[in-house]
């Protein structure tokens, strides 16, 4: 008689038991690697948009009017604005108004590249900025004015004529004899988890916050929505270190990412110009 082979019920459960346990392993496995990939590519996705966010706003301060940089108290929450003056051009001036009553017209050396605007410019001459109140309050004498136009009328003799919008005095000579041109300020808020870029809303002697009424812009295109996921409870996001003989002020950048568990902490620092 041919002897039958085959497996007991021991060996059977014994087998079950064994490749049950192998199998959650590899399960276990395979998902902690699923969960790490996805954490790390959202860590990748936190830090790259803190980036981009840092870079932008050291790229425009990079162009804001010397000592035009202010910023509110952070509240307990994190909600914090940073405010400051874009420049388009810079040169510097033959002639302005410095004395008595003041006067319209500033010579000044060609722009490089060349800049000229039509009647109404609005844009602002700026020269010596040296105090930042002084900067937004404006009024005459003061550092400064309306720019009404901007005209290039002796072609070759290297000058152009900048006719202010009224008769104002500049307060300070310059020792360079420095000459901005700038626009509106431009505000940068902490609002809850986002961060806002606010234009177009003019010069406030003290500085605007989106909780203070008729103030800041609440619609695009004047309000940007430039991020989201911030958690900056107990932070403060932005912090000035006034400039010294030595060095040149510094804007601190303090921004907390989070999402889905996952946090990125990024802190950033910009050089400002020192010598207006």
């Known amino acids: 008689m041919n002897r039958q082979r ?5 060996e059977i459960v014994i087998t079950i038991l064994v490749s049950s346990i192998l199998a959650v392993g590899i399960v276990g496995y395979i998902g902690d690697a699923i969960e790490g990939f ?3 590519g959202n860590r990748n996705k936190l830090a790259t948009n803190g980036r981009v966010v840092v870079d932008r706003i050291a790229m425009e301060l ?19 604005c940073l405010e400051f003056m874009p420049f388009s051009a810079a040169t510097s001036y033959v002639d302005a108004p410095f004395t008595g009553s003041g ?3 500033i ?3 060609d722009f490089n590249p060349a800049l000229t605007a039509a009647s109404p410019a609005n844009v602002q001459a700026v020269i010596y900025p040296i105090d930042t109140q002084d900067l937004y309050d404006g009024g005459s004498p003061g550092p400064r004015a309306l720019a009404d136009e901007i005209e290039d009328t002796g072609g070759a003799d290297g000058k152009v004529t900048i006719t202010l919008d009224a008769t104002h005095r500049f307060s300070r000579r310059s020792p360079v004899q420095r000459l901005y041109i700038a626009g509106e300020p431009v505000s940068f808020c902490v609002v809850g988890a986002q961060l806002f870029r606010y234009e177009n809303y003019g010069f406030q002697s003290t500085q605007c916050t989106p909780s203070t009424p008729a103030c800041l812009p609440t619609t695009a295109p004047d309000r940007q929505l430039i991020s989201q996921s911030i958690d900056n409870n107990g932070l403060s996001a932005f912090e000035i270190i006034p400039g010294t ?13 989070t999402e889905v568990g996952d946090v990125v ?11 207006p």
């Open 103 to 105: 006067g319209t017209g």
């Open 62 to 80: 990079h162009n804001a009017v010397p000592n035009s940089v202010r910023v509110t108290a952070a509240q307990p929450t994190g909600d914090q």
């Open 6 to 10: 085959g497996f007991t019920l021991i």
């Open 265 to 275: 902490r990024l802190k950033h620092e910009v050089l400002m110009r020192n010598v």
């Open 107 to 109: 010579e000044a050396i």
């Open 38 to 40: 996805a954490a790390s």
């Open 245 to 257: 003989l030595r060095r040149n002020a510094i804007v601190s950048m303090d921004f907390n990412f």
